[in-house]
């Protein structure tokens, strides 16, 4: 668990990168447009390309760090052991979730590249975008499914155990 925890990071910091350069390049943009009345062909489609992978990106480091969205209303008076159960039955569909994006998102990349897709401007060929989503969509169903199996803060060297917070 714990080198799926380092691949998380560096799928985050990856996906922080490509943040910042669709950050610097839309700025690009958006002065030369109003400065010098030029603008970069198809920022538009970089940043629609760029901001789904960097999603896919963070997807690992979200789920190992428990950073997803739990709604807890109706299970907040179960006991701990129960609310441990359901906390990595949770972590299983998500693996499930995640094995069945990464499933779907390789073989759309296939017709992607058998059909020589491209964005309409730049011609960038669109297959290299589901192909940089697919590790981190696998990364996170292993993540999941090793939450559901050792627990939900295996690994994670960051985790406070809640056991030291009450001594």
Known sequence: MK?????????????????????????????????????????????????????????????????????DFFTSKVSEK???GLDRFGALLLALLFALLAWRTTLG????????????????????????MVPPFVLTALIGLGQMIFGLDAGDTDAVDVGEMHS
């Open 3 to 71: 080198t799926f925890h380092t691949l998380a990071k560096l799928f985050a910091i990856l996906a922080g990168l490509l943040m910042t350069f669709i950050t610097l390049m839309t700025c690009w943009s958006v002065i030369g447009r109003n400065l010098f009345d030029t603008s970069l062909i198809g920022d538009f489609e970089l940043t629609g390309l760029a901001t789904g992978a960097a999603i896919a990106l963070f997807m690992p480091y979200c789920q190992a760090k428990r950073g997803n969205i739990i709604v």
């Open 82 to 84: 129960n609310q441990a």
């Open 109 to 132: 990349g296939l017709n992607s590249f058998n059909t020589q897709s491209e964005s309409q401007i730049l011609g960038f060929p669109v297959w290299t975008v589901y192909a940089s």
